[in-house]
């Protein structure tokens, strides 16, 4: 048709191109009616296309529901081949489980008659053990019978001790009024012999050389008691040959160089014991500048000297004046020193502040000073080493670690006997003066100077107080600070025990026997009676 069509063109083009429009419109004409016959043609063929479809699809339907028919045949068979299959399955495996079942009942009886075995062997092995138990619970009742028998008697024991115990508490408490009487007997005959010792007394220690290169002093010590050492050599006026001095001291006590610090505190504890049972007491150091002051009344921190032991002595004491015997107790200290005549608190917040002196003619007080409360021992240690702390101290040339002031160590002491009624206040003093000193030794200048010029001058008045205490003349406690802080000591109404403390050089030997001689007189002076302070 396109072909046609094709040629058609051509010869309209052709028709054109000649100029012939009658031939034209002819072409058009035929090709028109041409081109109507092939369109019903053309429509022939469709109509005889779509019958041919028709058919096919008819033979299609037809053909599907043969093979639909056919198929549902064939699984219609295989249904019931699968379902004779599983009934002979099912048959199969029914015979299994009976054969299951049958070995299941041949092994549940064969364990009946297992357990039925062991229940008998356990019946007999249980009547055998309720045969023993019905044995031992007999030997039990015949036990318990004895025991019961045993409370009993254990219980008319216990009433019996109980009535023993009654009558040890009344003994016991029979025999703490009799140890309370007896304490308060102790009490006068140690006070006593106090006493006969002497109010003021006098120990004499002559410091180590500690392997020193220096000469050194002979001394000669006979009983403890009598001190013999050679002065300084001089030239005799008529022969002009030298010769060394002859000395003679008599003490209450006097210490060998190589005397631990133990040792010269068991010749103090005496007079420590005295604080507790209601006395003041008073011991002090004196002796010039490195001699050992400190060391005897602070020592090291493990070769303590006598405030440490002291202290140590009297909470031991007080602990058991508690725990055994129900006193109360209660205790108290201070610290200061006396620093170019002025008095600081050393366990104070201000310790460069200067207090003042207050009280009557018989009873000297610190105004400000602190005070603590204290319950052990190690309270006390922390405030010692507080005040060594504060403490002033210098370098000069004979002693490295100088004091440069009086150090008094107050503890006061209160103890309440249940069983009388009475409490004593004790007081215990212990004070490091500080050394006298030649300023030409020491060679100290400017404010070191000034701190001699204050020790020395303190200790003269101290001189002067025990010497008008010897002669029953006016005593000038008022002269200075030192003087007047220990007239509570001095007065009369204090136990008193001066360590005068030598050095053992003879570069230091003319201070030796000035200190010696000292020592002498505050020996021989009497003061009176101390007096204890009870409530």
Request: a negative charge.
């Amino acid at each position: 048709m396109k072909e046609d069509l094709k040629s058609v063109e051509k010869e309209y083009m052709q028709t054109e191109m000649t100029g012939s429009a009658t031939a034209a419109k002819e072409i058009v004409i035929r090709d028109e009616k041409r081109r109507r016959e092939a369109e019903e043609v053309e429509g022939e063929k469709l109509k005889q296309l779509q019958l041919v479809e028709g058919v096919i699809s008819q033979l299609c339907s037809e053909q599907e529901t043969i093979n639909r028919e056919a198929i549902e045949k064939l699984c219609g068979r295989e249904y019931l081949l699968l379902t004779a299959n599983a009934q002979v399955e099912h048959m199969v495996n029914t015979t299994h489980d009976f054969d299951k079942l049958a070995v299941a009942e041949q092994e549940t009886h064969e364990k009946y008659m297992k357990e039925k075995d062991e229940c008998q062997v356990m019946t007999l092995e249980a009547k055998e053990k309720h045969t023993q138990a019905m044995t031992k619970n007999r030997v039990i009742a015949t036990e318990i019978q004895q025991v019961e028998g045993q409370i009993q008697h254990f219980l008319k024991m216990a009433d019996d001790l109980d009535a023993k115990n009654e009558n040890a508490k009344t003994e016991i408490e029979e025999g703490k009024r009799a140890l309370n009487l007896h304490e308060d007997g102790r009490r006068k005959l140690h006070n006593k012999i106090e006493e006969l010792k002497g109010n003021i007394r006098v120990f004499c220690r002559i410091r180590a050389p500690l392997n020193s290169d220096r000469d050194v002093v002979e001394f000669d010590i006979e009983n403890n008691r009598v001190l013999s050492m050679k002065g300084k050599e001089r030239a005799g006026l008529a022969t002009g040959n030298t010769k060394a001095e002859d000395y003679t001291f008599r003490y209450d006590h006097v210490f060998h160089p190589s005397v631990t610090q133990e040792g010269v505190f068991n010749q103090v504890e005496p007079l420590v014991q005295s604080c507790l049972d209601g006395f003041k007491v008073c011991i002090f150091a004196y002796g010039q500048t490195g001699s050992g002051k400190t060391y005897t009344m602070e020592g090291p921190a493990d070769n303590k000297g006598v405030i440490p032991r002291a202290v140590n002595m009297i909470f031991q004491k007080v602990t058991k004046l508690t725990h055994e015997r129900g006193f109360t107790c209660s205790l108290s200290c201070s610290f200061l020193e006396i620093y170019n005549d002025q008095i600081r608190d050393l366990l104070g917040k201000k310790t460069n502040e200067p207090l003042k002196l207050c009280g009557s003619d018989t009873e000297v007080q610190v105004e400000g000073l602190s005070e603590f409360q204290v319950d052990n021992q190690a309270t006390v240690g922390e405030l010692l080493s507080t005040a060594q702390s504060n403490r002033a101290c210098a370098s000069t040339k004979m002693n490295d670690q100088s004091s440069r002031s009086h150090s008094v160590f107050m503890l006061k002491i209160k103890t309440s006997d249940p069983v009388t009624g009475v409490t004593l206040n004790g007081v215990l003093n212990l004070i490091d003066l500080a050394g006298s000193e030649k300023v030409t030794q020491s060679e100290v200048q400017g404010q070191r100077f000034k701190e001699a010029v204050a020790i020395n001058i303190s200790l003269t008045h101290l001189g002067d107080v025990i010497h008008s205490l010897g002669t029953g003349g006016h005593v000038p406690f008022r002269n200075c600070i030192l003087t007047r802080l220990l007239k509570n000591s001095l007065g009369g109404s204090s136990k008193c025990l001066m360590l005068v403390n030598t050095s053992p050089f003879k570069e230091h030997v003319e201070e030796t026997i000035k200190s010696l001689r000292f020592a002498k007189r505050v020996n021989s002076t009497k003061v009176g009676v101390a007096k204890r302070s009870l409530e």
